[in-house]
């Protein structure tokens, strides 16, 4: 499975911003598929995260109620997870990674290691 997010970028708070995450690979269907951020001078923190099978998701009380996350599964090679955030804070702020793993959803919200990362995309929230 190879992973690039994109779709970062400067945004005014209160904004909105639609991140993508593109996951090529014929396994992607079964996958968790999250986002992480990591602003500067913190750790790396799970964001929120969709099942492989149901799609069931789960957010971070910071992201509840304002980011949406979303996926696209098909047949084909390549797929597509979503991260539509929006009342966006400069807290937001952060490099966003969109990083995929196999097994439970539940071991994503809990912190396991996830089996695939991608390159982060930046989002600054500043006016």
């Known amino acids: 499975v190879q992973l690039q997010a994109s779709g970062g970028g400067l945004v005014q708070p209160g904004g909105s911003l639609r991140l993508s995450c593109t996951a090529s690979g014929r396994t992607f269907s079964s996958y968790n598929m999250g986002w992480f951020r990591q602003a500067p001078g913190k750790g790396r923190e799970f964001v929120a995260v969709?099942?492989?099978?149901?799609?069931?998701?789960?957010?971070?009380d910071s992201a509840k109620g304002r980011f949406t996350i979303s996926r696209i599964s098909g047949d084909d090679a390549e797929n597509m997870v979503y991260l539509q955030m929006s009342s966006l804070k400069s807290d937001d702020t952060a490099v966003y990674y969109c990083a995929a793993r196999q097994g439970s959803v539940l071991e994503v919200v809990r912190g396991y290691t996830m089996d695939y990362w991608g390159k982060g995309t930046q989002v600054t929230v500043s006016s």
């Open positions: 969709i099942s492989g099978s149901f799609g069931t998701t789960y957010y971070a």
